[in-house]
């Protein structure tokens, strides 16, 4: 069994740091948000959250209710990676959504007469009373003297979800915390921590399919009951129409008209590319993604429906993610032009020197003036096999991530960054 190090995931904790802003957001109206957030009798975390629950909302109020226990703001505890982090070791485990205990996403067998609903079990087959009772036995499970390691880093907002499978999986190197391990430990660690890993990588690849995951039903989502609600989805990674959780609205002024506007692409250029593009190549060609053709109707209307066309890719994406709805429609010598003429919107580099001198998010544009051109946006290495940019081609395939390049037949790309 090969172990995956952090270095065998494709984005660095500097490119995650650039590239996801945190994911808590006091301006969304997502019911993730909209409660305050303390436990109102100081005993029993208070969600405000009505059914129906889902995962997602789960791990983000466990990820807020261990930042109040650690008396840190929230935004350090509730982003992108933690909340993939909770989703994939929730997945996982398998609690309420592949087993009749309900509430115990990750079943914890926390002895809480008082949280509990029937009997109690240290093995963990046990119910709690409602989602916020589950939330607070999640949460106090983790900043417990056993488990504080995973709270610990929770509370450090650039860890990454490798860095939370880690500190689960090597409790060794944490003083006191053995008593998970010494009852449930698998007797390999690493191929243990390697399973997270998949399981973190299947998140992200599936985000919308394990975060909607309907949570307090009989139902057993792992074995095909497929209940589940994307519209209650906070949006870190595409989601429903509840206009939540944005991550990073380039240019959106605090709590403005781009963080507003919400839908299943809104949010960062990186992000929303990512969304609307295949994740590989396809011979023949695929047909566009369904998260590309309805952006394509609602952000470039009246562009060719197959979206086969690297700057109708392009302007949907800018226009999408809220970063400039101005970006032009077609035409990479026609988007050239505008990104020169707009020096207060874009910062242009016109001669790069590998692909070292790029960073998620920018726009490359070569050519179109008096020949073909291209265009496509850097999204920085993605898992599992490094392609690192969103684009199309005129004629030949709709939107996919591929390699990158500074330069090919039609001459030296132009990088356009986004102010």
Same mark, same amino acid.
């Given at each position: ?6 270095? +065998? ?12 802003? @945190? ?106 009373? +409602? ?27 650039? +860890? ?26 698998? @007797? ?37 009951? #497929? ?32 963080? *507003?506007?919400?839908? *299943? ?8 590319? %990512?969304?609307? *593009? ?9 047909? @566009? ?6 952006? %394509? ?27 400039? @709805? ?58 599992? #096999? ?12 709709? *939107? ?20």
């Amino acid at each position: 069994m090969v172990l995956l190090t952090q270095s +065998s995931f494709a984005l660095t904790k500097e490119d995650r740091i650039r590239l996801y802003t @945190p994911f808590y957001d006091e301006c969304s109206t997502s019911t993730s948000y909209v409660n305050s957030g303390v436990p109102s009798d100081g005993t029993v975390w208070q969600s405000g959250i009505q059914p129906p629950y889902i995962l997602e909302q789960f791990a983000i109020e466990t990820l807020k209710a261990v930042a109040h226990k650690r008396n840190v703001p929230a935004s350090n505890t509730v982003t992108k990676d933690h909340v993939v982090a909770l989703l994939a070791f929730m997945w996982g485990e398998g609690g309420d959504i592949n087993n009749r205990w309900l509430f115990n996403a990750l079943n914890t067998g926390l002895n809480a007469p008082e949280l509990i609903d029937g009997p109690g079990a240290g093995n963990g087959t046990q119910s709690f009373k +409602s989602f916020d009772a589950g939330v607070e036995a999640t949460a106090r499970t983790m900043v417990g003297n056993n488990q504080d390691r995973l709270a610990t880093t929770l509370i450090d907002p650039n +860890s990454t979800a490798e860095q939370f499978m880690h500190a689960l999986t090597y409790y060794s190197e944490y003083a006191g915390n053995k008593l998970w391990a010494e009852a449930s430990a698998p @007797p390999n660690q690493d191929s243990y921590y390697n399973g997270r890993i998949r399981l973190v990588q299947h998140v992200i690849k599936n985000y919308n399919d394990v975060a909607a995951v309907v949570i307090g039903t009989p139902a057993q989502e792992r074995n095909g009951d #497929n209940i589940r609600r994307t519209d209650l989805l906070s949006g870190v990674n595409g989601g429903g129409q509840t206009g939540g959780g944005q991550v990073g609205s380039p240019g959106a002024d605090e709590c403005g008209q781009a963080a *507003a506007t919400g839908g *299943a692409v809104m949010g960062n250029i990186v992000q929303t590319a %990512l969304n609307l *593009a295949w994740p590989e190549k396809h011979n023949p060609p695929k047909e @566009p993604k369904p998260e590309y053709s309805a952006a %394509l109707a609602k952000y470039n209307p009246g562009m060719r429906a197959d979206g086969a066309d690297c700057g109708i890719f392009v302007a949907t994406v800018v226009r999408a993610s809220g970063a400039d @709805p101005q970006y032009p429609a077609s035409g990479t010598s026609v988007q050239m032009n505008y990104v020169k003429s707009h020096p207060e919107k874009y910062d242009i580099f016109d001669n790069p020197q590998s692909t070292a001198d790029l960073q998620p998010g920018d726009i490359m544009i070569v050519g179109g003036n008096n020949g073909p051109g291209h265009t496509y946006i850097y999204v920085g290495p993605q898992p599992p #096999n490094g392609y690192d940019q969103a684009s199309a081609s005129l004629n030949s395939r709709t *939107a996919n991530l591929g390699k990158s390049t500074i330069s090919d037949s039609r001459g030296t790309y132009t990088r356009v960054r986004i102010k």
